[in-house]
């Protein structure tokens, strides 16, 4: 049984999580934390009852010799020091949070090294993404013309989303960095065109009703491509989800996206 603790439990993620933590044959949720908490146990929600999982709502609460693996998803302003403590207490973290910086990343990327902890950072766990992100890299090959859309629900809180900023990294591998649209162009109101991520334009849609989806735009002469891809249920990032916390303690460094699990 791989021993599981799930930061950010009582957020949208976290708490879909939980559920699927609790539901599989071959995971045990020993811990959940988040600051929002007020509960001991699990089982004083209703939700939750019969399950006398502890609650922390600090990390210094939290029992760290009983896990394996931290699933986070939380902030991006939280989500750097909820890694580094995992790390440095021996728990292999599978993290979902989105909005950390190169820098930061590199930094985590370190220290797992050194205490020789298998990790993995997925900006995301869907699979409809992680295709589209890596059919997108094939496409730019020949279509090094391209924009990304990126739409989600309203209540996110970084833009852009982690999976166009990844998006946006793996086609700079294979596409010489270059400026797109007229060099004379002028935004009339600022942001018309978006981020700029070498060359590279990538715009944030929020509205409510929607969960997650991305769009890449090619466009060459005569011709264009567009990927597209859905999530419309965050049930639709499990699968990636528990795949990560079943494989990743077969490692010893901290990976950056799902496909290099699967
Ligand atoms: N990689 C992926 O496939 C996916 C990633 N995400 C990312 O996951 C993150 C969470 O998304 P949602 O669940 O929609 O957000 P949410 O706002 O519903 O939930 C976040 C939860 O984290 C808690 N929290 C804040 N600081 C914390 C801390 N220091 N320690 C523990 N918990 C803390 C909040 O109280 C809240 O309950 C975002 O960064 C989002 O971009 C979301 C969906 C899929
Ligand atoms: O906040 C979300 O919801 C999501 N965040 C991730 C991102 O920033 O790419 C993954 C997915 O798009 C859902």
């Known amino acids: 049984m791989v021993k599981v603790i799930v930061a950010g439990f009582k957020g949208r993620m976290g708490n879909t999580t939980t559920h ?21 146990l699990l089982s004083e929600s209703n939700e939750f009852s019969g399950l006398d999982v502890p609650v922390a709502s600090k990390l210094e609460d939290i029992d760290t010799n009983s896990a394996d693996v931290w699933v986070d998803f939380t902030s991006p302003s939280s989500v750097y020091g909820n890694v580094k403590f995992a790390i440095e207490h021996g728990i292999s973290p599978v993290v979902g949070t989105t909005g950390m910086t190169d820098d930061q990343v590199a930094e985590l990327q370190k220290i797992a090294l050194t205490k020789k902890i298998g990790g993995l950072i997925a900006p995301n766990f869907g699979i409809s993404a992680v295709l589209l992100m890596q059919f997108a890299q094939q496409a730019a090959k020949y279509f090094p013309n391209v924009e990304i859309i990126e739409m989600h629900h309203d209540n996110k809180l970084d833009a852009p989303s982690g999976t ?9 591998e294979v596409r010489t960095p270059k400026e ?15 981020a700029n991520y070498e060359g590279m334009h990538i715009h944030s849609v929020r509205l409510p009703g929607y969960v997650a989806h991305e769009q890449v735009l090619f466009g060459s002469e005569g011709e264009a491509l567009t990927i597209r891809q ?4 965050r049930s639709s990032f499990m699968s990636g989800v528990a795949v990560a916390i079943e494989k990743i303690q077969d490692h010893d460094e901290l990976l950056v996206g799902l496909e290099h699990i699967l």
């Open 20 to 40: 699927m933590v609790i539901e599989h044959k071959n995971f045990e949720l020993v811990g959940v934390f988040d600051p929002r908490a007020t509960e001991k």
């Open 164 to 172: 166009a900023i990844n998006t946006a990294k793996l086609i700079a």
């Open 180 to 194: 797109q649209g007229n060099p004379e162009e002028k935004e009339t109101l600022a942001g018309a065109r978006g």
């Open 230 to 233: 859905d999530s419309f249920d």
